[in-house]
């Protein structure tokens, strides 16, 4: 088995349910629908890939819309050479099946004001009224890979409180051997500069 010298890497995506976003190491090309890497051992700084070596690429995705099921993110690697120059048959491509979660805040942002005080001639306190922009939550839509989330989450009424206990308790009432010992020792010493 020979050292990979160069690892180019194709990740294709639904590019109407996803939309790339960023990558670490960052792609050579990106594309609606497509990132690839010409070869990412030298922006991980590696020169060679050893036999049962592994990498890690993290692509980071934004949802779009909410989807259960049928979305699959592809990546492979084509063009794959040794140290010997040879170029290599593509190995099996991953392929994750993706299930898109609407988080609370799926609702479109909706502009709303808030309503003009009346000017009291009693109190000349001036207070401008400006608009409130209500804008859905942040929410991070959950992409998960050949799992998939129920709701069977507990609530706080059902969670028990754990008891903390000390893993050793003190020894009380007994004496403790390894402090006679002190005792014994002080009690000479001092019989002896008292005799």
Known sequence: AADLVKVPIQDSYQAE????????????????????????????GLTSLRPNEALTITTVFT???TLDGGVINRAGATGLRDEFQNELPAPRQAEVPIRIIAGPGA???????????????????????????????????????????????PTSDSIPTPTLVPAHLPRTGTGDPSSAWLIVALALLLGGVLA
């Open 17 to 44: 349910y996803l939309q790339f976003w960023q990558a670490f190491p960052p792609p050579s090309q990106s594309a609606s629908g497509q990132a690839s890497w010409e070869d990412v051992l030298p922006q991980l």
């Open 63 to 65: 949802a779009l819309k």
């Open 107 to 153: 609702a479109q942002p909706t502009a709303t004001t808030t309503p003009k005080p009346h000017s009291n001639p009693e109190h000349s306190t001036p207070n401008p009224a400006t608009p409130t922009l209500e804008l859905p939550t942040p929410t991070t839509s959950a992409i998960i890979a050949t799992a998939e989330l129920t709701a069977s989450v």
